[in-house]
């Protein structure tokens, strides 16, 4: 399995910008479709973006669409989630998740099989 560790998270006002990163381990990077998650105080881990291992098919939650982009550099073995225009409500533990696959992107919690151990991302309003 692949490890990941992801940095970036922080605190920052409203409409505000953060970028987070995910790095990770191994060399068969390209070969994942990698996805996002996140996770609010009290609530369940909620799908936020997933990219294929081409970076050519992108999905995102609709409450992000247009204020979030999901970004992977296959040559660094990093995906990336840059977030603009923050909200209260996207205050959460932002978690990258793996799935050794190149034939679909899923959008699901059970489609991924390695995850990280998350960043917290606290939007002040």
């Known amino acids: 399995q692949v490890q990941l560790v992801e940095s970036g998270g922080g605190l920052v006002q409203a409409g505000g910008s953060l970028k987070l990163s995910c790095a990770a381990s191994?060399?068969?990077?390209?070969?994942?479709?990698m996805g996002w998650f996140r996770q609010a105080p009290g609530k369940e881990r909620e799908f936020v973006a997933a990219?294929?291992?081409?970076?050519?098919?992108?999905y995102y939650a609709d409450s992000v669409k247009g204020r979030f982009t999901i970004s992977r550099d296959n040559a660094k073995n990093t995906v990336y989630l840059q977030m603009n225009s923050l909200k209260s409500e996207d205050t959460a533990v932002y978690f990258c998740?793996?799935?050794?696959?190149?034939?679909?992107?899923?959008?699901?919690?059970?489609?991924?099989?390695?995850w990280g151990q998350g960043t917290q991302v606290t939007v002040s309003s």
């Open positions: 998740a793996a799935h050794p696959t190149r034939l679909r992107v899923g959008t699901r919690l059970d489609d991924y099989t390695s």
């Open positions: 191994g060399r068969t990077f390209s070969s994942y479709t």
């Open positions: 990219v294929s291992w081409s970076g050519v098919t992108i």
